[in-house]
T-cell receptor, first 114, second 117 residues
């Protein structure tokens, strides 16, 4: 069975600093990978996704993620964090592009200090 | 992208009562919808898959008699928490797959915060 691990439960960064959120997955084939952001009490917003091709994917709000097959990782990055980026971030794995349910990591809560 | 609307966003109910949560696809038809549950500070766990015109498929450990799912039309799935207890308090989110930019993508509702007192 597939699984997703987000090792960091909580991360605090200063506004303007760079950010990297870690995500590792376990799956026997090429996965479909997603990053979602959730603001308090809200639903999920898709930041970016990897299906195939270029391993560096660009998303919304200045985020990017790199798929590394050798490390089974799909880390999310942003060069300069804004206070509005404070939220919960979920990495997810799908067996296809979205027709079936996703498997989520446990999430990383990002706090941004002024 | 496609829009999935979930209602209500928040509900407080007394123990023993039932609560119905609606999930609607506003601009597309959804033969399948997924219901997830999110415990505080935890990830989203798939509860069940809702199938239009047929019975829902429940994940292991989810009580089908407690969490009734009905998918009566191509745009509406409902989750009814029956005889709710405080331990049912949680954040429930639905999602539906839709074609977007040439591929199928999952779209999520806004979620429902259920508090059972």
């Amino acid at each position: 069975a597939q699984s997703v691990t987000q090792p960091d439960i909580h991360i605090t960064v200063s506004e303007g600093a760079s950010l990297e959120l870690r995500c590792n997955y376990s799956y026997g084939a090429t996965p479909y990978l997603f990053w979602y952001v959730q603001s308090p009490g809200q639903g999920l917003q898709l930041l970016l996704k990897y299906f195939s091709g270029d391993t560096l994917v660009q998303g919304i709000k200045g985020f990017e993620a790199e798929f590394k097959r050798s490390q089974s990782s799909f880390n999310l990055r942003k060069p300069s964090v804004h206070w509005s980026d404070a939220a919960e971030y979920f990495c997810a794995l799908g067996l296809d592009t979205g027709r079936r349910a996703l498997t989520f990591g446990s999430g990383t809560r990002l706090q941004v200090q002024p | 992208g496609a829009v999935v609307s979930q209602h209500p966003s928040r509900v407080i109910c007394k123990s023993g009562t039932s609560v119905k949560i609606e999930c609607r696809s506003l601009d597309f038809q959804a033969t399948t919808m997924f219901w997830y549950r999110q415990f505080p500070k935890k990830s989203l766990m798939l509860m069940a898959t809702s199938n239009e015109g047929s019975k829902a498929t429940y994940e292991q450990g989810v009580e089908k008699d407690k969490f009734l799912i009905n998918h009566a039309s191509l745009t509406l799935s409902t989750l009814t928490v029956t005889s709710a207890h405080p331990e049912d308090s949680s954040f429930y989110i639905c999602s539906a797959p839709a074609i977007y930019r040439g591929s199928t993508e999952a779209f999520f509702g806004q979620g429902t915060r259920l508090t059972v007192v």
